[in-house]
């Protein structure tokens, strides 16, 4: 019976999240590999009109809705696809609205005293890009943020639940003989602990 | 790797087949959109 339900519970789970279970794999390897790849970034840069004076910093932390509405008043006029990442001040009086999203960073440029600003946009080449994917989470933006960082928090978990449960379902089954089994499961265990050990002593 | 083995062993249980194959293509589906969506 609990076999049974853990069993059901592994599948079926395993099969609504597989797909990013892939991608949490599939960006990992090729994060590993980015020297293989070529990294091209392609920038282009649209001019438009809006003065902007930027409140101090304590002002920004004080009045969060008035910032919000400043990011959503820029995201609607130059259609930006993405979602809000912070405020950034340059010394040179230069004040950004950053957006981000999987791939592609947006940047609203206004400038001290000018009446104009720059939509900056970058789009990433396949390294960045695939660190992004891989990266990319937090539960801000909009829903289909928000479910993306739900599964990517599910996948991770599942990816540490699996291996008990695995573990569990061919513990239980009965077979003659577990040797085999037990030999990789306690070389593979013995190897990851001895490299974290080992990392964490060696000077 | 054992995604892919997982996937053939379910395959190889007829009675289940049904319900994983709804499961597997609106996951995959579902994500594939999303994933897009948010990249392009």
Known sequence: ?203 | MPSALGIYLWWQRVAERRVGVWLLACGSGGSLVLILHLVL
């Not at chain 1, 912070?86 to 000018?114: I, K, L, M």
């Not at chain 1, 008990?164 to 003659?176: A, C, E, F, N, R």
């Open chain 1, 1 to 203: 019976m609990i076999y049974k339900l853990i069993r059901r519970v592994h599948l079926y789970s395993a099969l609504v999240l597989g797909a990013f279970l892939l991608l949490y794999a599939g960006t990992a390897f090729f994060i590993f590999t980015s020297d293989w790849y070529p990294d091209n970034e392609a920038v282009t840069v649209v001019q438009g009109v809006g003065a902007f004076t930027p409140p101090t910093g304590s002002e920004w932390a004080t009045n969060r809705e008035a910032a919000r509405a400043v990011e959503e008043q820029y995201r609607v006029q130059y259609g930006i696809h993405g979602r809000f990442q912070t405020f950034a001040r340059h010394n040179d009086g230069r004040f950004d609205v950053v957006y981000r999203r999987p791939g592609a960073e947006t940047r609203v440029r206004f400038f001290a005293g000018s009446d104009s600003l720059n939509v900056i946009t970058k789009k990433y080449g396949f390294n960045r890009l695939m660190n992004r994917v891989h990266n990319f989470r937090w539960y801000e933006g909009g829903p289909a943020y928000q479910i993306w960082a739900l599964f990517m928090d599910l996948a991770s978990l599942a990816m540490i639940l699996y291996a008990v449960s695995g573990i569990w379902l061919w513990y239980t089954l009965k077979v003659h003989n577990r040797s085999l089994g037990w030999i990789v499961l306690g070389s593979g265990a013995l190897y990851t602990m001895g490299s974290i050990v080992h990392l964490m002593v060696a000077r």
